[in-house]
């Protein structure tokens, strides 16, 4: 094929006679199956857009952004990262913020600037699936340390992890993604007053969570080497605008901008961003009923004989089946979308709206009452 007398370039190489990085053969990319079906609840998403309102600022806002689009935007962001420690507050000021582009570019940043070659990142499973790929990424070595069987964490797991394997990151997310479990303050509390390393804590879905104010946060003054990861992607409803952010000393921060490539975060971005955030009571309007229906569903999959890891975020672990893909299958035939994702048997459900909520519950059901599809694995009573 050409255009005009110019060959179109084609793709008459496989991957495999491409000088890949060893440790990439055979890695497939991260993501959430995309499917066009009538309920998604496999992303962990709010499910509630921005009303017209704040719509209607963020496209004013963008609209006075473009006047300048000529010129590189903010590369640091500081009237963003002043906005977020407005947001937070504990006292928290610009200089102990740093954005970037969703907090899967934050996280690379951390390991960009404190992991790399000869150094080692600990972590408890199940936990986010990315985060090897962000070791991976950065030549992290990464370890990983199983949870306590109800999925939680106390100090005395993870300090005797940490004299295990002696690592130079220690990454604790709370709620957990995807069990949905927490690991109390107090706990990290402890682990800070007993380790060297930097301790990250992930607290992606904190403003779900039962009592959202109790955060890491509050341990910053005390402790220089603790690193508290947040996002606007799930609570804000803003995971199309890309924005994640730390919160830490200044000197992680600096350390951040060291790595970061010049004007990550785009003109768009940081002007969308601000926008939610002055709309903020509105934009986290939902989440606290959210978070009851997220009890609600939890009630209603036990109360139909099933498994659930008791879940402090928008989503919820349920099983224990069989053969969990048979029953993930079965559900997207019939128009809902869920995750199969977590430990063995178990399927991840992420809250919506109500009428997709009892899409799925009527989808399940049927599922549930079908012996030619359906083969519920051991403790299950059905």
Same mark, same amino acid.
């Given at each position: 094929?050409?255009?005009?007398? =110019?060959?179109?370039?084609?793709?008459?190489?496989? /991957?495999?006679?491409?000088?890949?990085?060893?440790?990439?053969?055979?890695?497939?990319?991260?993501?959430?199956?995309?499917?066009?079906?009538?309920?998604?609840?496999?992303?962990?998403?709010?499910? +509630?857009?921005?009303?017209? @309102?704040?719509?209607?600022?963020?496209?004013?806002?963008?609209?006075?952004?473009?006047?300048?689009?000529?010129?590189?935007?903010?590369?640091?962001?500081?009237?963003? @990262?002043?906005?977020?420690?407005?947001?937070?507050? =504990?006292?928290?000021?610009?200089?102990?913020?740093?954005?970037?582009?969703?907090?899967?570019?934050?996280?690379?940043?951390?390991?960009?600037?404190?992991?790399?070659?000869?150094?080692?990142?600990?972590? =408890?499973?199940?936990? +986010?699936?990315?985060?090897?790929?962000?070791?991976?990424?950065?030549?992290?070595? #990464?370890?990983?340390?199983?949870?306590?069987?109800? +999925?939680?964490?106390?100090?005395?797991?993870?300090?005797?992890?940490?004299?295990?394997?002696?690592?130079?990151?220690?990454?604790?997310?709370?709620?957990?993604?995807?069990?949905?479990?927490?690991?109390?303050?107090?706990?990290?509390?402890?682990?800070?007053?007993?380790?060297?390393?930097?301790?990250?804590?992930?607290?992606? +879905?904190?403003?779900?969570?039962?009592?959202?104010?109790?955060?890491?946060?509050?341990?910053?003054?005390? =402790?220089?080497?603790?690193?508290?990861?947040?996002?606007?992607?799930?609570? #804000?409803?803003?995971?199309?605008?890309?924005?994640?952010?730390?919160?830490?000393?200044?000197?992680?921060?600096?350390?951040?901008?060291?790595?970061?490539?010049?004007?990550?975060?785009?003109?768009?971005?940081?002007?969308?961003?601000?926008?939610?955030?002055?709309?903020?009571?509105?934009?986290?309007?939902?989440?606290?009923?959210?978070?009851?229906?997220?009890?609600?569903?939890?009630?209603?999959? @036990?109360?139909?004989?099933?498994?659930?890891?008791?879940?402090?975020?928008?989503?919820?672990? #349920?099983?224990?089946?069989?053969?969990?893909?048979?029953?993930?299958?079965?559900?997207?035939?019939?128009?809902?979308?869920?995750?199969?994702?977590?430990?063995?048997? #178990?399927?991840?459900?992420?809250?919506?709206?109500?009428?997709? /909520?009892?899409?799925?519950?009527?989808?399940?059901?049927?599922? /549930?009452?079908?012996?030619?599809?359906?083969?519920?694995?051991?403790?299950?009573?059905?």
């Amino acid at each position: 094929m050409t255009v005009g007398q =110019f060959p179109v370039p084609n793709a008459q190489i496989a /991957l495999s006679e491409l000088p890949l990085r060893p440790e990439l053969v055979g890695e497939e990319p991260y993501g959430a199956p995309q499917i066009d079906v009538p309920v998604c609840l496999n992303t962990n998403e709010n499910p +509630y857009p921005p009303s017209p @309102r704040v719509r209607a600022q963020m496209s004013a806002a963008i609209d006075k952004a473009t006047r300048s689009i000529n010129r590189y935007p903010d590369r640091d962001a500081v009237d963003l @990262r002043a906005d977020l420690a407005k947001y937070l507050g =504990f006292g928290l000021t610009a200089d102990n913020i740093w954005a970037a582009n969703g907090s899967n570019e934050v996280m690379t940043h951390v390991l960009g600037a404190f992991g790399g070659p000869g150094r080692t990142v600990l972590t =408890f499973t199940p936990t +986010y699936s990315m985060y090897p790929e962000y070791a991976r990424n950065t030549h992290t070595g #990464f370890v990983t340390v199983p949870r306590k069987a109800d +999925y939680t964490l106390d100090a005395a797991l993870v300090l005797d992890a940490i004299e295990q394997n002696r690592p130079d990151l220690v990454l604790i997310t709370t709620p957990n993604n995807p069990t949905g479990t927490t690991t109390a303050v107090k706990v990290i509390e402890e682990i800070c007053e007993n380790t060297r390393a930097l301790v990250i804590v992930d607290e992606a +879905y904190q403003e779900f969570a039962e009592f959202p104010d109790d955060s890491a946060l509050a341990l910053l003054p005390r =402790f220089g080497r603790l690193i508290v990861s947040r996002t606007m992607s799930k609570a #804000f409803a803003l995971a199309g605008g890309r924005v994640g952010y730390l919160a830490a000393a200044p000197a992680v921060v600096a350390a951040c901008r060291i790595v970061r490539l010049p004007y990550h975060l785009s003109a768009q971005t940081q002007t969308i961003a601000r926008v939610a955030l002055a709309n903020r009571a509105e934009m986290l309007a939902q989440v606290a009923a959210l978070r009851e229906a997220c009890q609600h569903l939890q009630e209603w999959l @036990r109360r139909v004989g099933l498994q659930v890891i008791p879940s402090q975020s928008n989503f919820c672990l #349920f099983g224990r089946f069989t053969d969990r893909h048979a029953v993930w299958q079965a559900l997207l035939d019939r128009g809902v979308l869920i995750r199969e994702t977590g430990p063995d048997g #178990f399927l991840r459900v992420c809250v919506g709206t109500p009428p997709e /909520l009892a899409a799925f519950r009527e989808a399940l059901t049927c599922v /549930l009452d079908d012996p030619g599809v359906l083969d519920l694995g051991e403790g299950n009573p059905r």
